[in-house]
């Protein structure tokens, strides 16, 4: 008996090829080729006709659209990273490691939407129904009536949203969803791929709007092909230690809203809690200041937060080590550099660790200025001003370069009972802050002279 053919598809790009390779050479990708049996005979060519809809050719202009209307899912931090809301034919693809709470935020949204009139629908491919009333249960959703449907087969749950015509349905989770027109397992490229396909298109033709629940890889990105992200309006990622009680949510594609907005959730007994001010995390609470910690604003999308910077300058000895957790670490050397250079501070000899408190990265240069006051502050032993925040980025001639959003920076501050702060001189207010001294500067040693005045 004749053995079946396979060929190695890659997880990457869908590239397929008839032997495995260490690089996939489609999108030069490593270690990505898995083995995969080939669709037995030619597919069906109308297999998406009765999805598609004839169109013609017209201009912008004679387009009538209308904005997205948004319905609001009853939890603060989801609708702010969705920007305000679930949209109507909206397809949403949430990821995150297992157990981090997807089905549990979703589950607890579902409720409030169908608490507030919305139908919705959940369907479930990991657990059964029993499992779901179960952890409904513990939430607290006491008589929830969200509609449950165990069922893992694409075309049943096409008909079955066909006839609830839901207006928010969950799918947990796509990784498990098969189609009968393909014999790879579910789970593979081709499944994923196909069926991710077939929901979307079926969301844009009814309205309804489809949570896709996605499994991660390792690394921390997307499982299957790169290009379901690309099938979908919104892609939410959900971030978190697990040894902490706290939750990101960060949207990386948003077609309905802003991108790089992050909502933050305390994880409870009764599920998922929006965070209103998040601030409180990042900042550990000292109480008298310490040397080496700076307190700087960082934006999270359109959030202005607070982030406690910490250095430790330490005495190295011949190869002294630099360690940046949360930062950029070769931006720590660059900055060590211009430390030395044009404020005449040497670390030459000495180890120096940074950190952002709460496990937050700060990939904006905005922490420049903060982080270079926090190792200067280590270094001398003496401690920063009570109520001091600073941020700017610092260029390699030693200027201090204005942030983007300033004056929303500094009210956070002083909103949060800040009292000084150092800022760019582009990013200094026309009009006092009430209860903030403001200190502008155009370099960095002058921002080194205003400190050591305040110490």
């Known amino acids: 008996m004749a053995t079946q053919k396979t060929h190695y598809v890659c997880t990457e790009c869908g590239g397929t090829g008839p032997k495995w390779l260490g690089k996939c050479p489609s999108c030069n990708a490593w270690n990505t080729l898995i083995e995969s049996i080939p669709e037995s005979g030619a597919p069906t060519k109308n297999r998406f006709a009765s999805l598609a809809k004839t169109a013609e050719v017209t201009t912008l202009g004679d387009i009538d659209a209308v904005d997205m209307d948004r319905t609001p899912t009853g939890h603060e931090e989801l609708d702010r990273v969705l920007g305000g809301g679930i949209v109507e034919g909206g397809v949403v693809l949430i990821g995150g490691d297992p157990g981090i709470g997807k089905s549990t935020l979703l589950l607890q949204a579902l409720d409030s939407l169908q608490r507030h009139g919305k139908n919705t629908l959940y369907v479930t491919g990991e657990e059964s129904g029993a499992q779901v009333a179960l952890r409904s249960r513990r939430l607290g959703l006491d008589n929830s009536q969200v509609k449950v449907l165990a069922e893992i087969q694409l075309d049943k749950i096409l008909a079955t949203l066909n006839t609830m015509q839901p207006d928010v349905a969950v799918i947990d989770s796509i990784q498990t969803v098969y189609s009968d027109q393909l014999t790879s397992a579910p789970g ?144 720590l050397a660059m900055l060590l550099a211009v430390l030395h250079r044009h404020a005449g501070v040497a670390c030459m000899d000495q180890d120096v660790f940074v950190n952002a408190v709460g496990g937050v990265r700060i990939s904006e240069p905005a922490a420049d200025l903060a982080v ?46 800040f009292s000084v702060a150092v800022v760019p001189k582009a990013n200094a207010p026309k009009k006092p802050i009430e209860g903030m001294t403001i200190h502008a500067v155009e370099r960095v040693e002058q921002a080194m002279e205003i400190v050591r005045s305040l110490g």
């Not at 003496?382 to 600073?390: I, R, T």
């Not at 983007?404 to 002083?414: D, V």
Request: aromatic share 4%; net charge positive; hydrophobic share 40%.
């Open 188 to 331: 593979s490229v081709a499944q994923v791929r196909e069926c991710a396909a077939h929901l979307t298109r079926a969301a844009k033709a009814s309205g309804v709007c489809i949570v896709l629940v996605g499994h991660v890889t390792k690394e921390g990105t997307l499982a299957g092909p790169r290009v379901l992200e690309h099938m979908v309006d919104t892609v939410l990622y959900f971030e978190g230690d697990t040894h902490s009680s706290f939750r990101l949510v960060r949207a990386i594609k948003n077609r309905f809203g802003a991108v790089n907005e992050i909502g933050v959730f305390a994880m409870t007994e009764k599920g998922l809690k929006g965070v209103s001010n998040p601030s409180a995390i990042f900042l550990s609470q000292h109480a008298e200041p310490v040397p080496g910690s700076c307190v700087m604003v960082t934006l999270e999308g359109t959030r202005p937060m607070l982030v406690e910077i910490q250095a430790l300058v330490d005495s190295g000895g011949p190869s002294p080590r630099r360690l940046s957790v949360g930062l950029d670490k070769d931006r």
């Open 372 to 417: 270079l006051l926090a190792i200067t502050s280590s270094l001398r032993g003496k401690p920063l001003p009570k109520g001091f925040v600073a941020f700017g980025e610092v260029g390699l001639a030693g200027e201090v370069r204005p942030a983007p959003r300033g004056q929303e920076r500094l009210k956070e501050a002083a909103k949060l009972g």
